[in-house]
Nanobody, 125 residues
Framework: QVQLVESGGGLVQAGGSLRLSCAAS????????MGWFRQAPGKEREFVAA????????YYTDSVKGRFTISGDNAKNTVYLQMNSLKPEDTAVYYC??????????????????WGQGTQVTVSS
């Protein structure tokens, strides 16, 4: 089992920045990739970004390219999401996820085996 705990969410004005963190514990050696998803009220959960633990390949949804950066620290078993130039439409609950089966379906929720509890990000206009 892998446990994931997100932190770093909050309220920020449009144009501001936040950095989300996701700390993994448990069978962390089994993690192949980690991702961030978000879910706004009344909407489906959507992919934001992902990173492979080896090789550090990264993947982003188009709406965050150039504004968000995903990174990882193997020693700390932690993945980060640096969010810059935030917009009101970025408002959502952000979830961290871990893949241990190497499904390589980074942009799909079914590609992940473990999920965090989520952290709220609110961007005011």
């Amino acid at each position: 089992q892998v446990q994931l705990v997100e932190s770093g969410g909050g309220l920020v004005q449009a144009g501001g920045s936040l950095r989300l963190s996701c700390a993994a514990s448990g069978r962390t050696f089994s993690i192949v990739a980690m991702g961030w998803f978000r879910q706004a009220p009344g909407k489906e959960r959507e992919f934001v970004a992902a990173i492979r633990w080896s090789g550090r390949n990264t993947y982003y949804t188009d709406s965050v390219k150039g504004r968000f950066t995903i990174s990882g620290d193997n020693a700390k078993n932690t993945v980060y999401l640096q969010m810059n130039s935030l917009k009101p439409e970025d408002t959502a609950v952000y979830y961290c996820a871990a893949d241990q089966d190497d499904t390589r379906s980074y942009t799909r929720a079914y590609g992940y085996d473990y999920w965090g509890q989520g952290t709220q990000v609110t961007v005011s206009s």
